[in-house]
């Protein structure tokens, strides 16, 4: 199940404890490792980086400075002014001066494309970044892969993992040559199969090299959006790595345990993000794992190195405090990428007021139809008064260049879709905030946008979920119905137009003819839309925060509609990890087969370890170990002549006898037996079955309808996890 994410309540305290595992036991000095992630320049113009000095300072004292390591797990170098004004230079030299021992680029490293990023790793950094699976064009790690750190006689292994998510959510152009060809990638293919492996490649090759110890530091998130590469998903299908540090989804999670794919706890942390905590692993002398968040507000302010890491900050932030105070604007409103009712983002998810103004600005700029600006590049609002030049760089970080493009109709349709695939389920970097044109969502209307491995716009392949699309008619100031064979000039950024950013593949420099090339920097056509088309001031036309009605989400039907009788059965199995989808959706009524339920099963008991099956039949399966596990427990044997016969389907009284020797196996009371003779076709129940099914309807596992047990009859998939639910409500 996801971890819930703590807010400022539980930071209030100085530290927050774990539980710890034991393991194999150290060597009689206490190992700490202090972690970050997220960071995003901070929220404090990099001050916050003077408490994690402090802090580590504090650790070497007690601990010892050969014990002592700081790592940081992704997103530090963009994300504030700090960042977008030296292009993250002055970041990483912050994390010099703060002594950071390694980091691993999460998809945020990679904003001011490739050049800077391994400019930064080669001549800036004095620390290494690490990543086993960000690899080139023949599939070989371009960082290295892990670093084995010895702390006396002990070695810990620190094994480096990006986001695939990066293909995307950095714009895809910068992993490709000039011929658009990918150089760069993030073993993003077979449905996290190729991540797992290069994963557990390293991991095995880290052990190998002598590691007592494998800590992860990823930038992978618990972000259901980001499946198949959550980092609890690769915990599940890997072994051998102790512990997670993780990052990407701004979680606070002080520890988490996950089972691996032998069924071992692995321990999982995050620190949420803008340093808020900072993350504290100690490898204990007696051998015990732990993790803990500390509040950087509680971190001693006295201490010598805190000072002079506030000094190296200050003496940064006099060099862009003068334009970044220089008032540019202001606004008669607050300007806003949050629902007012929720405080939650919005911007991402749906229209708002500050989304809106973005969009204006490009569209004015560029004298366009159409103008799009993704949530995910509206960074920060803008309360109503004085707007400064700092404040405009906060909302737009990137230094993303402005574009003009002509586009067909049918393009702008396609956009429209992809923006609007995760509308009414979860937020989106790649939401579409509009000017010139209004469309709706209809999100009860399932998106049949169809992705590449990378995450890329395929097509559309089904029904459509955006509707009543209407462009601006310059001419008449009404808006009419788009043309999908018109052609239309669209106004953006190059992240977008060009490279292909955030999946917009109808787009790139090979799908449309560029207009205007680059023309204005991303923050300089915001001030610039204020201050030559507003004349100065933002008015009362963007005092809505909910926007001006350009884009309406709705559901299908206007009055609630009731949810099926297994909807809290398929939540529970599916949430938790028990019974998984199919590819396309949990298909309720689909029959279950006997490989189905067993594998349901084996994923209830925490997968663990087994011995090779016996059954021919079942080599290659993914139900391949809950068959065996299932064979040398004795839940379920085979159908004969040595098979499983796993893709068959499960009749009722086979059910029944499966639950009941799971039961057992669970030492749960299999007493309960019903009678058995009031059913209408109790004679068809076989003799092997009988009393599989008299203590299954005992149970309250089964039950008859109409009077009869239908025992040949077979299971849905959504009876299956009805009676998995109803297991776990007995227990």
């Not at 819930?4 to 206490?30: E, F, I, N, Y």
């Not at 890329?456 to 999908?484: C, H, M, S, W």
Request: glycine letters at 10%; a negative charge.
């Amino acid at each position: 199940m996801r971890a819930k994410k703590l807010v400022a309540l539980g930071l209030s305290l100085a530290t927050v404890s774990a539980m710890a595992l034991p393991v194999s036991a150290a060597d009689g000095q206490d190992i700490v490792v202090l972690y970050t992630n997220d960071v995003h320049c901070t929220n404090d113009d990099g001050m916050a980086y003077a408490a994690i000095a402090g802090y580590k300072a504090q650790m070497q004292q007690q601990y010892g400075d050969g014990y002592v390591t700081l790592v940081d797990n992704g997103d530090a170098i963009q994300g504030g002014i700090l960042g977008s004004m030296s292009q993250g230079s002055w970041i990483v030299e912050i994390m010099n001066k703060a002594g950071y021992d390694m980091a691993v680029p999460g998809n945020h490293e990679f904003d001011f494309q490739m050049t800077t990023f391994l400019d930064i790793v080669n001549n800036q950094a004095n620390y290494p970044y690490l990543s086993c699976n960000f690899v080139d064009k023949d599939g070989n790690p371009v960082l290295d892969s892990y670093k084995m750190v010895t702390y006396g006689d002990v070695d810990v292994a620190y094994v480096g993992i990006s986001t695939p998510e990066t293909m995307t959510k950095a714009a895809p152009a910068y992993f490709q040559n000039e011929q658009g060809e990918y150089i760069y990638g993030f073993c993003q293919g077979d449905n996290g199969q190729e991540l797992y492996d290069q994963v557990q490649k390293t991991v095995d090759e880290a052990i190998a090299a002598g590691a007592d110890y494998v800590v992860a530091l990823a930038h992978l998130g618990e972000d259901t959006e980001s499946s198949p590469w959550m980092s609890t998903e690769v915990i599940a299908n890997t072994s051998g790595i102790d512990v997670v540090l993780d990052g990407h989804s701004h979680s606070t999670v002080p520890s988490q345990t996950v089972k691996n794919e032998k069924g071992e706890d692995v321990l999982l942390s995050q620190t949420g993000t803008k340093a808020e905590s900072i993350g504290k692993l100690t490898i204990s002398a007696d051998g015990k794992l732990s993790t803990e968040l500390v509040a950087l507000a509680d971190v001693d302010t006295t201490s010598e190195a805190y000072t002079q890491m506030k000094t190296t900050v200050e003496s940064i932030q006099k060099q862009y405090q003068d334009k970044a105070n220089e008032v540019v604007a202001t606004s008669k409103v607050d300007l806003t990428t949050l629902d007012p009712a929720t405080g939650e983002r919005a911007v991402r998810s749906a229209e708002t007021n500050l989304g809106d103004l973005c969009a204006d600005a490009y569209r004015s700029l560029l004298d366009a139809d159409v103008a799009f600006v993704n949530g995910g590049g509206v960074r920060a609002d803008l309360a109503a008064g004085d707007i400064t030049y700092g404040d405009i760089i906060a909302v737009h970080p990137f230094g993303n260049l402005a574009c003009l493009v002509e586009v067909s109709g049918q393009q702008i349709l396609d956009a429209l879709e992809h923006g609007s695939a995760y509308a009414g389920e979860s937020e989106n970097g790649g939401f579409l905030q509009v000017s010139g044109l209004k469309y709706t969502i209809n999100t009860g209307v399932k998106s049949s946008v169809v992705l590449d491995e990378a995450g890329n716009f395929v097509k559309v392949e089904g029904a459509r979920r955006v509707e009543n699309v209407q462009i601006l008619d310059k001419a008449t100031g009404e808006y009419k119905a788009i043309d999908p064979q018109g052609t239309y000039t669209l106004a953006s950024h190059n992240y977008m137009l060009k490279q292909g950013g955030d999946g917009y593949a109808m787009f790139g420099k090979n799908n449309v003819t560029i207009l205007k090339d680059e023309v204005m920097v991303d923050n300089e056509v915001l001030i610039n839309y204020i201050k030559n088309t507003l004349g100065g001031v933002v008015g009362d036309e963007y005092a809505n925060p909910y926007g001006q009605g350009r884009i309406t989400i709705y559901a299908a039907s206007e009055t609630p509609v009731e949810e099926p009788w297994y909807a809290e059965a398929v939540e529970y199995v599916t949430t938790n990890g028990i019974m998984g989808e199919t590819g396309v959706d949990f298909q309720p009524d689909s029959a279950a087969t006997r490989g189905v339920l067993i594998q349901a099963l084996y994923n209830l008991s925490g997968k663990p370890a087994v011995e090779a099956a016996t059954f021919s039949d079942v080599a290659g399966t993914t139900y391949a170990d809950a068959a065996a596990w299932a064979e040398d427990n004795g839940i379920a044997g085979g159908v004969g002549n040595g098979l499983f016969d796993g893709d068959g389907v499960v009749t009722r009284q086979q059910l029944a006898k499966i639950m009941v020797s799971y039961a057992a196996y669970e030492q749960k009371n299999t007493q309960q037996t019903a009678d058995l003779s009031g059913y209408t076709d109790v004679a068809q129940v076989a003799g092997w079955a009988e009393s599989y099914m008299e203590t299954a309807v005992g149970m309250g596992l089964i039950s008859g309808s109409n009077n009869a047990l239908n025992p040949t009859g077979t299971a849905t998939r959504a009876q299956v996890a009805q009676l998995l639910l109803d297991y776990f409500k007995m227990q």
